[in-house]
């Protein structure tokens, strides 16, 4: 998928969060890099409000009395306007990549259309949307973005993956192991030569150790003459069908359409097909938190520049050892007790007013018959939260996989996937901590914000 010898790494502003090739990693000062993490790692539950202020954009520069060019003093002041918002915001948003990735482009774009920084704010409507036709896949986009037509002409069918996470929250790893993780914080999914994934989970309820995920990132970095470097992202409450840019395609280039966001259903479900390669990403809204769930290539999957620094690569790694629950255990322990003995049997606080066992159980049954792990984790947050929707993550995570997984024979699973202590000693990679592995991916993101 990429010429041998070359890695992709952030560069700075072009295209926005642009990326470029052949930057190394000695061009990162040491105490500057520590510096920036030490300040601007995002918290767990940031008011950042960089959605909205690039939703107010968007609608200022799009409708059915857009002028000719951008070069125009209503464009400048639909950009100053941008700013302001911005500016506004920056205090609650130190660290988040969507507000970074805005703060640069909206430079670019003041330089690139020549706006002074002071001006009228007003917030005419200017840009059209594009025609119904342009959101088709062009017949004649390149070949190399099509991921099939262009990697696998003279060979099999590539072999397809699924990872998901759901509910307090439940992992399913690219080689089927199934956790249930405590993971609180901003935490990696994927980091990988073509995107990055990180989820941020919080606590369901104030001085519970159940979480859920609250906030998604997503990073689709520029690819050849297919797309260009895009982020979506998505928070409870806030399920955008658009880049954070308000596009809904990779960008300007002759391949973009083979990146593309479809809303499903509006506020609860969004789909990103990326063809160029052969990824499709499931983004919902249950209740207040977000699942996620991914099909991608094996190819893709393992495109791993340095796998010494993936140990936080949770859909490929899985959760580290000492973040794992043994969710099959409580559930054993609860079974036939009811609510007596949840307390006891709990590894997490319990929520004010949860479930009793016999009512989690019939309520899990409802939506999920067969007693799999699916099941097994519905029932295991229905006891750790008092949350019903905790059983809708459960059944449409399990609905996800039916149309992601691509062996139709793993589509239940019955045995979750603990790590042992001695996983170390038998010569299997132990996770790092959470800190290091935090810190290894930030370097890897920390031009973004420079």
Not at 80 to 99: F, H, N, Q, V
Not at 388 to 410: C, G, P, Q, R
């Amino acid at each position: 998928l990429q010429p041998p010898g070359e890695r992709l790494v952030v560069t700075g502003r072009a295209g926005w969060m642009g990326m470029g090739r052949g930057a190394g990693r000695s061009a990162l000062g040491f105490w500057p890099t520590l510096a920036f993490l030490l300040c601007s790692f995002p918290a767990a539950t940031s008011p950042c409000k960089i959605l909205k202020c690039n939703s107010e954009f968007w609608s200022a520069t799009s409708g059915s009395h857009a002028p000719a060019s951008d070069d125009t003093p209503e464009f400048c002041a639909a950009l100053r306007s941008y700013a302001l918002c911005t500016r506004r915001t920056a205090r609650t948003c130190r660290g988040d990549l969507a507000y970074h990735s805005a703060v640069h482009g909206i430079e670019d774009l003041m330089s690139q259309h020549n706006c002074s920084k002071d001006g009228p704010t007003s917030q005419p409507r200017l840009r059209t949307l594009p025609p119904a036709g342009d959101s088709q896949e062009r017949s004649d986009s390149p070949e190399i973005c099509h991921y099939e037509k262009s990697f696998h002409k003279h060979s099999a069918t590539p072999n397809y993956t699924h990872c998901g996470l759901f509910g307090d929250p439940h992992l399913r790893t690219f080689t089927d192991r199934f956790q249930t993780c405590k993971v609180q914080g901003a935490w990696p999914l994927i980091d990988n030569n073509y995107l990055n994934v990180q989820v941020t989970n919080t606590p369901v309820l104030p001085g519970s150790a159940a979480t859920a995920t609250s906030k998604l990132t997503i990073i689709f970095k520029n690819f050849q003459e297919c797309v260009d470097q895009k982020v979506y992202q998505a928070e409870m409450d806030e399920l955008p069908a658009a880049f954070v840019d308000g596009s809904k395609n990779g960008g300007d280039k002759h391949g973009a359409n083979s990146l593309k966001i479809t809303e499903k259903v509006s506020g609860q479900h969004v789909e990103i097909q990326a063809k160029y390669i052969g990824t499709t990403i499931v983004v919902r809204q249950v209740g207040r938190y977000l699942t996620f769930a991914v099909r991608m290539p094996e190819e893709v999957v393992n495109a791993v520049e340095d796998w010494d620094s993936q140990g936080l690569y949770l859909c490929l790694r899985g959760c580290p050892l000492n973040q794992q629950i043994d969710f099959q255990a409580f559930h054993t322990n609860t079974e036939g007790t009811g609510a007596r003995r949840l307390a006891a049997a709990s590894p997490a606080p319990t929520a004010p007013e949860t479930f009793p066992y016999e009512t989690a159980v019939a309520k899990c049954k409802e939506k999920l018959p067969v007693e799999d792990l699916y099941y097994q984790a519905c029932v295991f947050d229905l006891l750790t939260t008092g949350d019903v929707n905790f059983t809708l993550a459960a059944y449409y995570a399990l609905e996800d996989v039916k149309m992601l997984h691509s062996n139709k024979d793993k589509l239940h699973l019955y045995e979750r996937t603990r790590d042992l202590p001695g996983r170390a000693a038998a010569g299997l990679p132990l996770a790092p901590q959470p800190l290091l592995g935090t810190v290894i991916l930030l370097l890897a993101l920390l031009p973004v914000f420079c």
